[in-house]
């Protein structure tokens, strides 16, 4: 079924909880089953310093997004980019075939906090 890490990260997901002056925001949903994640992330000096998430979701959404955290904190912006989907559900040495839909938020969520970032600071760099 499940495997240690996913259990793990289910059971005790790291960086929960939602960052109030976040520099970027990623908010997606899962059209299969209506489950939502939402990313936050603090940048500096092009790096991802702090990330956290809420996620309304089921276990394997949840360890999913833990994961990503973890993989998203401390890397480049340019870096974070590239953690996909596939990434994650390795690094949970993989998710049961009926649940690997579950895996499609969570670099995508992270994705869209980055873009949400970049945006932003085109907007003050504008200013
Ligand atoms: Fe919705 Fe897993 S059942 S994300």
């Known amino acids: ?15 929960v909880g939602e960052i ?3 520099d970027g925001i990623g908010e997606v949903g899962n059209p299969v089953c209506g489950d939502l994640m939402t990313f ?3 940048v500096e000096n092009n790096k991802i310093k ?17 994961m ?11 870096e974070a980019m590239k953690v996909t989907n596939k990434i994650v559900v390795g690094e949970l ?9 579950c895996s499609n938020l969570g670099a995508d969520a992270l994705h869209k906090a980055i873009k949400n970032y970049l945006e932003k600071k085109k907007d003050k760099d504008k200013k």
């Not at 990503?68 to 340019?78: D, R």
């Not at 040495?93 to 839909?101: A, F, T």
Request: net charge positive; hydrophobic share 35%; with cysteine.
């Open 40 to 42: 936050y992330i603090k």
């Open 93 to 101: 040495d993989g998710l049961p075939s009926q649940k690997l839909h």
């Open 20 to 22: 109030k002056d976040a």
């Open 50 to 66: 702090d990330v956290k998430f809420k996620t309304f979701g089921c276990g394997a959404a949840i360890a999913v997004s833990s």
């Open 68 to 78: 990503v955290s973890e993989l998203a904190k401390g890397k480049t912006i340019e």
């Open 1 to 15: 079924m499940y495997s240690k890490k996913v259990m793990d990260h289910f059971m005790h997901p790291r960086n």
